[in-house]
């Protein structure tokens, strides 16, 4: 059974090179073009399968009475599940075929949904339990496996997006392709509270699940015909040789004679720059997932806004973070040339700037501004941080397990994030909580200056 399933999945071969060099253009011009879009399609539709639990909260309390602790053990079952399963499914994306690995997880994420919802429609609390549990907490249970079992093929779609990436996009456009891509996450998640919210208004919260489910399904179907696997399974030659960056080629030359696990070993587990990055990497998902989950909150009670002057301000947050995120990769690619680590260092400093001017404003124009920025400087090295600069910084034979190692200490950042707020404020007031999100931007900074001056230092004595 197994054997059958890798051989499903397996890597489709290299096929001969094809010569004729005006054929060649033509046909990386249109599959690139077909991968972005697709590849940014099926991440947004995995947010919508993601983020609608956020709507569907409410009706789940007023419901079944769950108490806040019970929704927070349902919520953190995606995160574990989630940042493990980055890593794991890392790995075996890197010798899988994009073109079925990513629609098969989209569908059992698909799956994983339809069933969240369906387990409330076979067990009706009150009428009987089963071994003397009451039948609320076995629902919760099932909820909370289900939602787990959302985020472990949830975290198989991220892995796969990379590999195509840095295959079909060499290391001088590679920025600012990514960073378009990127924004598939806070285009997800905008489309998810908007579509999920007018669900559940509609008909109740179970629809949040099944109407996403459905439509990941059918996109799932459609990504099977508009992907494919790398340049070479299509007879094309690597992105380097196409783009005339022979550096990059002949590094990726120096890796073809190694077995993966030799490669994984040099490039992941005894890779300096790529512990760094992972380290960090926890620090920018306490600033987002600080900034994501407690600002409406921290407005609330600090600054005595309404609720929904709050949810205004919090808006802001995902949609100039869009602008930020493209910023970013454009700004590496063409002022920086190829190189990340300065972008970094300067949207995290704007990350401490944006807290300390949001904590010591008091008209409500500008906390529209500050957030927004907040958004903008946070979403640049979430997207380059765990992402783009691991990638860069290991190996395209590796691709998948490096985003997916530095994903997994990202979701360690997001528990991080959840308790140790929550402590800060119950300690030291909402002061505490601000001054965590920039003690983590600075701990941050601290690391991607160590990064930037080891590439200096490493390009001098070549």
């Keep these: 059974m197994l054997k059958k399933m890798a051989g499903f999945f397996k890597e489709p071969p290299v096929l001969d090179t094809i010569q004729d060099e005006g054929k060649v253009k033509d046909m990386y011009s249109h599959w690139r073009l077909r991968i972005f879009y697709s590849c940014f399609i099926g991440y947004t539709v995995f947010y919508l399968c993601k983020k609608n639990i956020a709507v569907a909260l409410p009706g789940l309390s007023e419901e079944f009475g769950y108490s806040?602790?019970?929704?927070?053990?349902?919520?953190?079952s995606l995160y574990l599940t989630y940042g493990v399963g980055k890593f794991v499914n890392g790995v075996l994306a890197d010798g899988s075929d994009v073109r079925k690995?990513?629609?098969?997880?989209?569908?059992?994420?698909?799956?994983?949904?339809?069933?969240?919802?369906?387990?409330?429609?076979?067990?009706?609390?009150?009428?009987?339990?089963?071994?003397?549990l009451p039948n609320?907490?076995?629902?919760?249970?099932?909820?909370?496996?289900?939602?787990?079992?959302?985020?472990?093929?949830?975290?198989?779609?991220?892995?796969?997006?990379?590999?195509?990436?840095?295959?079909?996009?060499?290391?001088?456009?590679?920025g600012t392709k990514w960073s378009l891509w990127s924004c598939s996450h806070q285009v997800g998640t905008f489309l998810s509270v908007i579509i999920s919210g007018f669900l559940v208004a509609k008909w109740g919260w179970k629809m949040a699940f099944f109407v996403p489910g459905t439509l990941a399904i059918l996109v799932a179907i459609w990504l099977f015909n508009r992907l494919r696997d790398r340049p070479q399974s299509l007879?094309?030659?690597?992105?380097?040789?196409y783009r005339n960056?022979?550096?990059?080629?002949?590094?990726?030359?120096?890796?073809?004679?190694?077995?993966?696990?030799q490669i994984f070993k040099e490039n992941i587990l005894f890779?300096?720059?790529?512990?760094?990055?992972?380290?960090?990497?926890?620090?920018?998902?306490?600033?987002?997932?600080?900034a994501e989950d407690w600002m409406i909150k921290y407005l609330s009670e600090s600054k005595g806004n309404s609720l929904e002057l709050a949810a205004s301000k919090l808006s802001v947050l995902p949609l100039v973070g869009i602008a930020g995120t493209i910023c970013a990769g454009l700004i590496s690619d063409k002022v920086f040339k190829g190189k990340r680590a300065p972008v970094n260092l300067i949207y995290l400093v704007g990350v401490v700037c944006c807290l300390v001017l949001l904590k010591f404003n008091t008209i409500n124009a500008l906390d529209f501004v500050f957030i927004g920025l907040l958004g903008a400087f946070t979403y640049g090295p979430q997207m380059m941080i765990g992402g783009l600069c691991a990638v860069e910084s290991s190996s395209k034979k590796v691709a998948s397990a490096a985003t997916g190692f530095t994903g997994t200490f990202g979701y360690i950042g997001a528990v991080l994030s959840a308790t140790g707020t929550g402590f800060m404020i119950d300690k030291f007031g909402w002061n505490g909580a601000l001054a965590f999100w920039i003690f983590s931007a600075i701990v941050c900074i601290a690391i991607c200056t160590v990064i930037m001056l080891d590439e200096k230092k490493a390009k001098e004595s070549k």
């Design 136 to 174: 609320e907490t076995i629902l919760l249970w099932l909820f909370v496996f289900f939602w787990g079992a959302s985020g472990w093929f949830q975290s198989a779609g991220f892995p796969a997006v990379a590999k195509s990436l840095t295959y079909w996009y060499s290391n001088s456009e590679r």
């Design 68 to 76: 806040n602790t019970e929704l927070g053990l349902l919520g953190s």
């Design 101 to 132: 690995f990513l629609p098969t997880a989209l569908i059992l994420t698909a799956i994983a949904n339809i069933c969240f919802a369906l387990s409330a429609v076979f067990i009706t609390p009150g009428e009987f339990t089963f071994f003397g």
């Design 235 to 241: 007879g094309l030659p690597d992105v380097e040789s």
């Design 271 to 290: 890779n300096k720059t790529i512990w760094m990055l992972a380290i960090a990497y926890i620090f920018v998902y306490i600033i987002r997932f600080g």
């Design 245 to 261: 960056e022979p550096t990059a080629k002949k590094a990726e030359g120096e890796a073809d004679n190694r077995t993966y696990v």
